[in-house]
């Protein structure tokens, strides 16, 4: 079994500023995990993932986040937020195998808000 | 590439009515599909594992007889909202895997906003 905590629901940042998304995983299996990003009545995006190779990782738009095994997290973080970053985030573990693909566990979710 | 299509992407229908929504992996065959349910504000949860050639493989406390799943080609995967209700009310979302060389991730469609009334 899996699951994914996003400790925060809601993360305001000022435009510039670092940002830092947290999430921690729980899973059986040697986990891939990955970072969605959602706006508003819109699909998800992938911005990066991780799956066993290097521990830190880069992603699309700036965005990158280290697999930390020690600790069970995989927190997002951005040098400098901007406005276009404000969105609803998604930290996301793959599972049990289902035919050719994993099964996606789901975050709560953390919206971004992104202030002048 | 891995482009994954869904349609309609908003849709009103009345009560006790049924809604098809499709899903089509444009430029990869999908073996398997996903099919989500999202509540305002909230996150997505996983409804069933749609199979190509196969009986869909649902969640619990997903009514299979409710949410109709085909997966009837390599490319296409449909969810039909029987006799809906405005409890069905959602935003219902596809997703499925590409494999190589799309190795990057689950590719996700773009929704479909269902508001029954």
């Known amino acids: 079994a899996q699951s994914v905590t996003q400790l925060d629901s809601h993360v305001s940042v000022s435009e510039g500023t670092p940002v830092l998304l947290r999430c921690n995983y729980s899973s059986s299996y040697s986990p891939s995990l990955f970072w969605y990003v959602q706006h508003p009545n819109k699909g998800l995006q992938l911005l990066l993932k991780y799956t066993s190779a290097a521990t830190l990782v880069k992603g699309i738009n700036g965005f990158e986040a280290e697999f930390k095994k020690s600790e069970t997290s995989f927190h997002l973080t951005k040098p400098s937020a901007h406005m276009s970053d404000a969105a609803e985030y998604f930290c996301v573990v793959s599972g049990a195998i289902t035919g050719t693909a994993s099964k996606l566990t789901f975050g709560t979710g953390t919206r971004l808000q992104v202030t002048l | 590439g891995a482009v994954v299509s869904q349609h309609p992407s908003r849709v009103i229908c009345k009560s006790g009515t049924s809604v098809k929504i499709e899903c089509r992996s444009l430029d990869f065959q999908a073996t398997t599909m996903f099919w989500y349910r999202q509540f305002p504000k909230q996150s997505l949860m996983l409804m069933a594992t749609s199979n190509e050639g196969s009986k869909a493989t649902y969640e619990q406390g997903v009514e299979k007889d409710k949410f109709l799943i085909n997966h009837a080609s390599l490319t296409l995967s449909t969810l039909t909202v029987t006799s809906a209700h405005p409890e069905d009310s959602s935003f219902y979302i596809c997703?499925?895997?590409?494999?190589?060389?799309?190795?990057?991730?689950?590719?996700f469609g773009s929704g479909t906003r269902l508001t029954v009334v």
């Open positions: 997703s499925a895997k590409p494999g190589v060389p799309f190795d990057y991730g689950y590719t």
